[in-house]
Structure formats: C-alpha cells, structure tokens
C-alpha cells in the first residue's frame, strides 16, 4: 500500500504561482508513476500531468501545457506540481495517484492509490 498527502493549496491571484507537493508513504520502494488530477466545482475530475518513476516521461493536458511542470524526488518520495500563469479556471481541488503500472496514464481508474486533495484557488 501506498499513502498520498498532498499540500501546497491556497488562494492566489490570477497570473500567480503555486507549488503542490505529493508525498508519499508506506510500500514506496516500488517504481510508481504519478499523475495529478483535479475536480472543479460541479466538474468531473480530469487528469493534468503525469511523471514516471524515472522522469523520463511526462506529459499534462492541453490546458496547462507550458504553465504547469511536474518533477519528483524520489530521494524525498515526493512529486512536485509547479503551477504558474494561474487562472481562474484552474480552481478546483487538486489530487495526487499512483499506479505501479507501466506507460503514460490518464485516466483515473488506472490509478491505484489516491490522496485526499488540496484546493486551489485563484481569484480574478
């Protein structure tokens, strides 16, 4: 088993940074990938970057391509989500998963391990 927290949520303004952590615990000598997810208000959540083990491979949606950067360190077993040129449309409740399965993932049932969220919030 693995456990997720995530952390780093606040309140900003729009065109603000933020930086979310995912730490994880537990069985974390298994080589996982790590996506992060997010849920607006009366939205489904979606996915919105995802690395591997490695680093070798990231990818994120098109909405927050070349805003958002995610990194890890697996030293700290920690994932990094860098979120900069916030919008308000970037509200919503920000989650962390992991699955020890192979290849880029973007869909939530392909993750096994999830973290409880952190909200995000950013003002006009």
């Known amino acids: 088993q693995v456990q997720l927290v995530e952390s780093g949520g606040g309140l900003v303004q729009a065109g603000g940074s933020l930086r979310l952590s995912c730490a994880a615990s537990?069985?974390?000598?298994?080589?996982?990938?790590v996506g992060w997810f997010r849920q607006a208000p009366g939205k489904e959540r979606g996915f919105v970057a995802t690395?591997?083990?490695?680093?070798?491979?990231?990818d994120y949606a098109d909405s927050v391509k070349g805003r958002f950067t995610i990194s890890r360190d697996n030293a700290k077993n920690t994932v990094y989500l860098h979120m900069n040129s916030l919008k308000p449309e970037d509200t919503a409740i920000y989650y962390c998963?992991?699955?020890?399965?192979?290849?880029?993932?973007?869909?939530?049932?392909?993750?096994?391990?999830w973290g409880q969220g952190t909200q995000v919030t950013v003002s006009s």
């Open positions: 998963a992991a699955t020890p399965r192979d290849g880029v993932r973007y869909e939530q049932n392909e993750y096994d391990y």
């Open positions: 537990g069985r974390t000598s298994n080589r996982y990938r």
């Open positions: 690395i591997s083990w490695s680093t070798t491979t990231t």
